[in-house]
């Protein structure tokens, strides 16, 4: 069934389906949409009704929750709606602690018979940035001082798109803006206007789809050592916070870390993680 121009532009996004819709996506993947964000969900939607020939938001609500495709189109969605800004290097002084602190500290903390071997989480990737940028810190300054030590570094998003684009390790300048110098000219490929992750910082790196309020998924991830849940949280409402985060608490050893975003808190979200400060760094420690 195909629709006119004037029937798709004529479809509006009653208040009451804008609630109904927003608590369903919130219950599904923790992201929530306030009310001033109605026209966000209205026009992102709306090519996906005259696609499948719905006749309104109600429908295509319907069609989420009863459909035989249901699981084809919540994949679309999960699209739509997530909001994937990232690049490398982001928040350098974090990464500095990271580094100096977090990740020594860790190390010395794994007994030293035969190779010692970190596990790190980056959940909610993106396209990848942030877990091959742990990559090139490990590579350029942890093994030159800790040989004996592996990493495993996994990246996951609920975006399929976005991590096929990891998978594929292609970046635009936008994403370059904070490498520094002597990390583009070791890992990185430049041809014209793309820059190719090098095969040496791939390979440390494994990328999944995985929803963060899917606990089927979240009882999958035990035995991390570091999360980095960075600009993740921001966009879920308290409920998911505090679910996602007591998921993150059972998937880190005793003495991991987690780190979240520079500007985020987990103030009213959970109490079970040691706040510690590294100067102006904050990062939740599982005791
Ligand atoms: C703003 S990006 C942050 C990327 C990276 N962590 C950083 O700080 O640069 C937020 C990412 O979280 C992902 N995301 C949102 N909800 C999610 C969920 N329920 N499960 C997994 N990933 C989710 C989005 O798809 C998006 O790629």
Partial sequence: MSFSQREIESLKLTDEEFFELRDYISRLTGIYFPENKKYLIESRI???????????YRAYLDFLKFS???ARELEILFKLITINETYFFRDELQLKVIEEKILPELIQSKPKNGFRTLRIWSAGCSTGEEPYTIAMIYLEKIKPKFPDVKFEIIGTDINSSVIEVAKRGIYRQYSMRYVPENYLQRYFNCNGDEFKISEEIKKL?????????D????VMMRNFDLVLLRNVLIYFDENARKEVVSWIY?????GGYLVIGYSETLRNVTKAFKIVYFDKVVAYKKE
């Fill in 46 to 56: 709306r090519p996906r009704i005259e696609a499948l020939g719905l006749k309104s």
């Fill in 68 to 70: 035989p495709f249901r």
């Fill in 205 to 213: 790196v494994r990328f999944e789809q995985l929803n963060l309020m």
């Fill in 215 to 218: 606990r089927f998924q979240m």
């Fill in 250 to 254: 059972d998937s880190l050893n005793r």
